[in-house]
C-alpha cells in the first residue's frame, strides 16, 4: 500500500498541532472563556491574512498545469472569500465593526511575515508550492475545529461556538479535504528531494500558525511605536 504524502506530512507536524490545543487562546475558544478583546484582534488580524491567503489560490489557479486543479483552486478562492471570511464579518457586526474597518487593519509583524513567506514562495515556484504552503492554514483549522467540537459544551451556545461550528463543519472539512487531495496529486511522481523541500514548507507553515496564535493571545502588533 503506497502512503500517502500528506499521511508523512501528518508525522511531521502532529506534535506541532497538538501543541494548539494546549495554547491559551485556543484552548480559550473551546471553552468558550476566551477574553472578547483578544478575539478581535485575532478577528482583525486574520481578516487582513485572509486577503492575501486568498491571492495564493488565484496564484495556484493561474500556475494550474490542467483545468480540473484550476477549478479546485478556484473553489478554494471563493471558499475563503464567501464562506470564511463571511464568519468574520459576522462576528465584526456584533463588535460594532464594519467591513471597511476590518479589511482596513494594519497587518501586524506575525502577520506580514507569515503571508509574506507564502506569497515569495508561490510566486517564484510553481503549483507544488502554492499547495505546500497553503496546506497546513486549511487543514490546521480544521483539526483544531474538530478537535474542539468534541470538547464538552464547545458547540453550546456561546460567544465561540459559531468558530467551532465554522472550522469542524462539513462544508469547511470539505475544503480542507480538497486541498489535501490537490497536495498529494502535485506530490505525486515526485524525487524525494523535493518532497522534503516540500515537507519544510508545511513544517514552517505550521510554526507560523503557532506564532499567529501567540500573537493574538498577546494582542500583538509590532514591537516599537514608530507613529
Ligand atoms: C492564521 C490562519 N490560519 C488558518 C486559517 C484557516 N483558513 C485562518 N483563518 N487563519
Known sequence: MTTLFTDRLWNRVEPVWNSYLEHPFVKGLGDGTLEQEKFKHWLKQDYVYLIDYARLFAIGSSKAEDLDKMVTFAKLLHGVLDVEMDLHRNYA???????????????????TAYTSYMLNLSQRGGVENVVASVLACEWSYNFIGKSLAKWPGALDDNFYSSWVEMYSSNEFTELAEETK??????????PEQELARLEEIVVKTSQF???FWDMVEKKEDWPVNAE
Not at 93 to 111: D, M, N, Q, V, W
Request: charged share 30%.
Open 181 to 190: 487531495q490537490l497536495m498529494n496529486q502535485i506530490a505525486e511522481g515526485k
Open 209 to 211: 500558525e503557532y506564532m
Open 93 to 111: 457586526a456584533e463588535f460594532g465593526i464594519s467591513k471597511e474597518e476590518l479589511e482596513a487593519t494594519e497587518a501586524s509583524a506575525i502577520t
